[in-house]
């Protein structure tokens, strides 16, 4: 009834100032960001509260739907990101009001946000879930592109199409896509590890994927059967919203599927890999010419011959790397990680911001200030993790956070208390990467365990790769890369803290059906 009176309140005074600006709209719930934990934040909110009427505000004409949501296991769970304009959500729920523009500043003190539009909003509580942007290596160089939404995305096919060669710097989760899925074109990638993909597994797996990495390409992949959307051809100012960094959401697990991401050249698959290194300097052309450096030519058969051929070709654009390697390329790829949006709301506001750059959240997601909550990759948790989960940037925890985020605000509104969710108990996360499937459990690369742990490994060429973490006869996490149908068994036998240690070196050994001992 009180969302009733404001409506009437706010219509009275409306008309006593039709020559005058209209004054704030009040809303009892109002979520910023349209990415996966935003729009599954005001999913819960509207379905927990029909009679309330719940704002989204995004920067972005599109928001991030999860469909297709699938619980594989206790822990583990699989869905899809689709972008869809935003009067699909408004239309699926019809308290739901999606306003598009740009939060310009926060005003906790009087529960009001002000938008790019000259706009105000009142709330009675607030979720931040605007995200994170590309850590861009240079700002503003033309050659220089950072992938974040599918805006990002498309004008990087765009880009390659014309490419015989490109530079990748960064070794997360869209680095390890983009150098499998690019064909047709060199690539050059950068890292600083000692290993391809560090943040998700060890060495070990690393060098299992190495040959997939060099191998020509299986044959066509069935077309992705989800609409995508884009913003092509919204007029100039949300170009600019982009460049500021304000714009799009992350990108979905599979947003590379259904785009041809081909340079020029016909060739499948080409890349080079330079270990343990960092941009040192970017040249443009003429600079580089003016410096009389040699730049090298792509490394044939891998060779790591002492005394590498020089580059004939000129390149619009030259890295030269912390090993004093120079490379030219026709652009370069920045993918070293993100860095949550809290811009605008940090601003003469104590909100308290952890290392990372996020928004510091407890146990019930409430940020320092009291009625504002925030979800996704923009906050950072500040309470004691339990023993096996650890929080990661990644599209299930941005999707767990925003529905527990909700829960929790209609807690503190039904005045109840409410118990940490148990997707906070143990990690877990299944994702694709060279066209494997990948699932990650617990404390996988043995993150905090100290030095007293060992792993036990079961690899099959080109097939399967299976490491467990052990400490003390208990299984304390797991990498399981390929069909091997054990993420179900080795969940239940980490979450049951079972005593292993009788079974040693052999839990591994396939020609015991461990299923058959532990389901």
């Known amino acids: 009834a009180s969302g009733v009176a404001g409506v009437c309140r706010l219509g009275a005074d409306r008309g006593a100032a039709m020559a005058t600006v209209p004054g704030p709209t009040r809303a009892r719930f109002i979520v910023v960001g349209g990415g996966v934990a935003g729009v599954t934040c005001t999913e819960q909110l509207a379905g927990q509260f029909p009679a309330d009427e719940i704002l989204l505000i995004t920067a972005s004409p599109l928001i991030k739907a999860v469909l297709n949501f699938k619980q594989v296991s206790r822990t583990l769970e699989e869905f899809e990101v689709e972008e869809r304009p935003s009067h699909i959500l408004e239309e699926h729920y019809p308290n739901v009001k999606v306003v598009q523009s740009a939060v310009r500043a926060l005003d906790a003190a009087k529960h009001k946000l002000h938008t790019e539009e000259g706009k105000e909003y009142i709330y009675e509580k607030l979720c931040i879930c605007t995200g994170a942007r590309p850590k861009l290596i240079v700002k503003n160089n033309p050659f220089v592109l950072g992938i974040r939404d599918t805006d990002s995305a498309k004008e990087f096919q765009s880009r390659l199409a014309k490419a015989k060669r490109i530079t990748v710097i960064g070794n997360g989760g869209i680095a390890l896509e983009l150098v499998y899925e690019v064909e047709g074109c060199e690539v050059i990638w950068a890292i600083k590890d000692k290993a391809i993909g560090n943040n998700f597994f060890d060495a070990g797996a690393a060098e299992f994927l190495i040959p997939r990495l060099k191998a020509d390409k299986p044959g066509a992949i069935p077309p992705c059967k989800r609409t995508k959307y884009t913003?092509?051809?919204?007029?100039?100012?949300?170009?600019?919203?982009?460049e500021d960094g304000a714009h799009g959401s992350a990108l979905g697990p599979d947003w590379h599927e259904g785009m041809k991401l081909k340079g020029t050249k016909q060739i499948s698959h080409r890349v080079h890999v330079e270990y343990q290194c960092e941009i040192d300097k970017i040249y443009l052309q003429d600079d580089f010419v003016s410096t009389q450096k040699t730049s090298l030519a792509f490394p044939e058969n891998g060779s790591e011959e002492r005394k590498r051929n020089a580059d004939e070709e000129s390149w619009p654009v030259y890295v030269q790397l912390t090993n004093g390697k120079v490379y030219g390329s026709d652009l370069i790829v920045s993918a070293t990680g993100v860095t949550p949006n809290i811009e605008p709301f940090i601003t003469n506001n104590p909100l308290d911001v952890a290392e990372d750059g996020g928004l510091k959240v407890d146990e019930q997601m409430h940020t320092s200030i009291p009625d504002i909550f925030a979800a996704g990759d923009v906050c950072t948790v500040s309470w004691e993790p339990r023993a096996l989960w650890q929080q990661m940037r990644l599209w299930t925890q941005a999707r767990q956070m925003g529905y527990y985020a909700a829960k929790c605000i209609a807690a503190e509104m039904l005045g109840e208390s409410i118990e940490l969710d148990f997707c906070f108990e143990s990690f877990a996360h299944v994702t694709k990467f060279f066209n494997y499937k990948v699932v990650l459990l617990a404390k996988y690369n043995g993150q905090g365990l100290g030095t007293d742990h060992e792993l036990l490994l079961r690899c099959t060429s080109g097939q399967?790769?299976?490491?467990?973490?052990?400490?003390?006869?208990?299984?304390?996490?797991?990498?399981?890369?390929?069909?091997?149908?054990?993420?179900?068994?080795?969940?239940?036998?980490?979450?049951?803290?079972?005593?292993?240690?009788?079974?040693?070196?052999?839990?591994?050994?396939?020609?015991?059906?461990?299923?058959?001992?532990?389901?």
């Open 231 to 242: 913003t092509e051809g919204l007029e100039q100012e949300k170009k600019s919203l982009a």
């Open 464 to 519: 399967e790769y299976v490491k467990t973490v052990m400490q003390n006869g208990r299984m304390k996490g797991a990498v399981l890369i390929g069909e091997t149908d054990l993420e179900e068994t080795f969940e239940n036998l980490i979450l049951n803290e079972m005593d292993l240690s009788a079974y040693g070196e052999n839990l591994l050994d396939p020609n015991i059906d461990i299923e058959d001992y532990f389901d």
